[in-house]
C-alpha cells in the first residue's frame, strides 16, 4: 500500500502560482511512477503531468506544457507540481497518484493509488 496526501493548494489570481506537494508512505516510493491529475466539478479526471521512477523522464498535457514542472524529492518522498502563469481554466481539484507500471502514465486507469486530492482556484 502506499498513502498519498496532497497540499499546496488554494486561491490564486490568474497569471500567478502555485506548487502543489504529494508526501508518500508506505512502500518504497522510488518504485513508482507519479502523477497529476485535475478534475473540474462536472468533469472528467483528466491528466496534468507525470514522472518516471527517478525522475529521468517527465510527461506534461499540451495544455501546461512550459507552465507547470514535475519533479520528484527520493530522499523526502514527495512529489511536486509547480505551477506558474495558472489560468482560470486551470480551476480543479487536483489529485497525485502512483503506478507500478512506467507507461500509458497519462491514462488514468495505469495509477494503482491516489490521494484525495488538493483544491485549487484561479480567479479571473
Known amino acids: 500500500q502506499v498513502q498519498l496526501v496532497e497540499s499546496g493548494g488554494g486561491l490564486v489570481q490568474a497569471g500567478g502560482s502555485l506548487r502543489l506537494s504529494c508526501a508518500a508512505s508506505?512502500?518504497?516510493?522510488?518504485?513508482?511512477?507519479m502523477g497529476w491529475f485535475r478534475q473540474a466539478p462536472g468533469k472528467e479526471r483528466v491528466f496534468v503531468a507525470a514522472?518516471?521512477?527517478?525522475?529521468?523522464?517527465?510527461y506534461y498535457a499540451d495544455s501546461v506544457q512550459g507552465r507547470f514542472t514535475i519533479s520528484r524529492d527520493i530522499a523526502k518522498n514527495t512529489m511536486y507540481l509547480q505551477m506558474n502563469s495558472l489560468r482560470h481554466e486551470n480551476t480543479a481539484d487536483y489529485y497525485c497518484a502512483a503506478a507500478r507500471r512506467g507507461w500509458s502514465l497519462d491514462q488514468v486507469g495505469a495509477y494503482d493509488y491516489w490521494g484525495r486530492g488538493t483544491q485549487v482556484t484561479v480567479s479571473s
Open positions: 508506505g512502500r518504497t516510493f522510488s518504485n513508482y511512477a
Open positions: 514522472i518516471s521512477w527517478r525522475g529521468g523522464s517527465r
